[in-house]
């Protein structure tokens, strides 16, 4: 039984290469939450996280002081038990936020750690449903200071020569009429064969307002339209979602089963994109994820590919994996010692056991500084 020695945690602040926009809001800076867990026998699992761009201490303060007391000297096999005491402990501190994206990192590192320790790839020690690759959009479509429209077709055309089928775009930032027109843009682009995707960000108050942008884009055929209203506005999900043909994806800062439930029977969703470095962890998105099964509802996971891609491929209801093809956006990627690749618009799965990469010590020191807790 391999028990737990210790665990480190980093917050690590990766500035943007360039301050980018989404609908509501501009990011110049990023901070992760990292984890390494250690048992006695010497095998270490990793987890990490998005904190936002701000006050990223409080995600070492939730692991170091909360958390952590709970897992050491725990056996790791002890999934259940662990998630369920974290989860209990940390009632009065947050049921989402940073304190459930700690607990999701813990989670995730505890699963990685024990399928390193019994030299398993983490897709075939959840029990693979895909044992090779998975297939993935690319994400992209961001707005950018002097980004016109035939540029943004042209960063969508770019991923489909990269041999991705489905692509997927920023929208709700400008007017109805001038989201429109890059909507056209990039669907005339890619073609009418390539799956076009449309991320709002939060960007609409109400459903009058939803439905003077929606009504203008149905022609162009997208494959969903993501987070149109705040994550907690789950009648105005609903309510979109009877109005129009397109479908609804959501969830990616949902947070636990309960959330997702609610959702799922009011019809808001008919994808979801939950994302386990939020949601609660493996554990918690393995649950989300056989719910939604029984709801005939696919899962869609939100960006960190490199956590998604063996989820995905472990769940018959997960469609695709959002890949970002540089660092840019997803500038975690500069603290990893080892990248996914991709292959006609698949991602390759890792067969190292665990999830087959670790931490690049020398830039997670450029960024952040590690904290030890035995």
Known sequence: MPKISSIDVCTASVPLDRTTSFSNRS???????????????????IGFCYIGSAAGRIFNEAVASLLAPIVLGRDSYEIEDLWSSMYQESLLQGRSGVVMRAISTIDTALWDLNARTNKLPLHQYLGAAAATE???YASGGYYLEGKTDAMLGEEMLKYTELGFRAVKMKTGRLSPKDEAA??????????????????????????????????????????????????????????????????????????????????????????????????????EWKRIAATAASYGVVLCPHWFHDLHAPLVAATPNARYVEFFPDDQVLNFRRLLDRQLEFKHGHVQLHQASGLGFNFDEGQVKKHGEWQTIR
């Not at 110049?28 to 270490?44: F, M, N, T, W």
């Not at 019809?267 to 609660?280: E, R, W, Y």
């Open 27 to 45: 990011v110049a800076i990023r901070h992760y939450g990292l984890v390494k867990i250690r048992s006695q026998e010497g095998v270490e699992g």
């Open 134 to 136: 998975v297939p993935a």
């Open 182 to 283: 890059r909507v056209r843009a990039a669907r005339e682009a890619v073609g009418p064969d390539v799956e076009l995707m449309l991320d709002c960000n939060n960007a609409w108050q109400d459903l009058t307002e939803a439905l003077q942008y929606v009504r203008r884009i149905e022609e162009f055929d997208p494959y969903f339209i993501e987070e149109p209203f705040g994550p907690d506005d789950i009648e105005n999900h609903a309510r979109l979602a009877s109005a129009t043909h397109v479908p609804i994806a959501t969830a990616e800062i949902g947070y636990g089963r309960w959330y997702h439930k609610a959702l799922l029977d009011s019809g808001g969703a008919s994808i979801l994109q939950t994302d386990a470095a939020v949601c609660g962890g493996i554990t």
